[in-house]
């Protein structure tokens, strides 16, 4: 009788809850197509919380999941999104590379995004979702983070340990980096302050340690908002090399609060990314389109920020 129960448990006719009991309930559907998650990388960062969270809901929901990794290449990104248009796949989550980056309702960069082809995808009928970053319009459903609110969840926070003199370090690669810093600076004029002029802007985060330690030269403020945990990382090395100490000499605040955050030594403040909220959440929209084919669904979640605190940023009387 056990082993007939184990059996039927795992094909889902019934659910044991430890300490409950056994409960009879209809069987799971059986799996009803493909979910494609496409991120710039699988194994680093903020993206393993995100695809574990994005692989449970959809297969939960009785749907396989794909995992495609773009390394952040335009090119690869349209290779992986024609594949998975020729297989059929039912939805598509995806941080789209290059995205909105000549900003808000500015569509004279989208020749340098897959917008046309991701358009072409979601009028096939593939549910379609941006995750992290968008291109500036409504036409896709969206999950993010409210940047621009990030940038002045940073600048008060900034401003509330006592710091006036302020920086921000920044990628133009990435939409939601330009927005944190548009939100930093007009948070900035709201406090009645001024962005130092020490500000330090990269085309590529990959260049981000040299840029700092030549700036770090030249003079600094008295703390830096870093647009992501991996500029600040570079800001740390930078400093290291310059003998400056962190906070004692420099104070930095940060966003995504991943793994690097809490590296030995670093105790950085930063304002948490909720990967695994995000991975599920674009997941649960995905399933929610295919199951009522008939709408066109606007989903356009922005999740406000909230400071992580830990010892990067020293409080001035």
Request: proline share 4%.
């Amino acid at each position: 009788m056990r082993q007939a129960l184990v059996s039927l448990v795992h094909e889902g006719w019934f659910e044991s809850r430890k300490g409950i009991g056994t409960f009879c309930m209809a069987k799971r559907a059986a799996r009803t197509g493909d979910l494609a998650l496409v991120c710039y990388f699988a194994a680093s960062y903020i993206f393993p919380a995100i695809i574990d969270a994005f692989e449970r809901t959809a297969q939960r929901s009785g749907f396989n999941m794909t995992f495609n990794q773009s390394e952040g290449d335009l090119e690869k990104e349209r290779s992986i999104l024609r594949r998975l248009g020729e297989k059929g796949a039912s939805g598509i989550a995806i941080v789209p590379v290059n995205a909105g980056l000549d900003g808000p309702g500015a569509h004279s960069g989208l020749e340098g995004t897959n917008y046309g082809l991701l358009r072409e995808l979601m009028d096939s009928g593939i549910q379609v979702l941006l995750v992290d970053n968008i291109f500036g319009d409504d036409r896709f459903p969206s999950i993010a983070l409210d940047d621009e609110a990030v940038g002045r969840t940073a600048a008060r926070f900034l401003f509330e340990k006592g710091h006036r003199d302020v920086g921000i370090v920044y990628s133009r690669e990435h939409r939601p980096f330009k927005l944190r810093r548009e939100g930093f600076l007009a948070e900035l004029g709201k406090l009645g302050l001024e962005c130092s002029e020490r500000s330090v802007g990269v085309e590529r985060r990959g260049d981000a340690e040299e840029a700092l330690y030549e700036a770090l030269g030249r003079g600094r403020p008295g703390a830096y908002f870093c647009a992501n945990d991996e500029l600040a990382v570079a800001l740390y090395k930078a400093a290291a090399r310059r003998g400056l100490s962190i906070p004692g000499e420099l104070s930095v605040v940060s966003v995504d609060n991943s793994d690097y955050a809490e590296l030995p030594g670093i105790g950085l403040s930063s304002i948490s990314h909720p990967s695994s909220f995000i991975g599920e959440r674009a997941a649960q929209i995905l399933v929610d389109g295919i199951a009522n084919p008939g709408l066109r669904f606007k989903n356009v979640i922005t999740i406000d920020p909230v400071v992580v605190e830990r010892t990067s940023v020293r409080s001035l009387p």
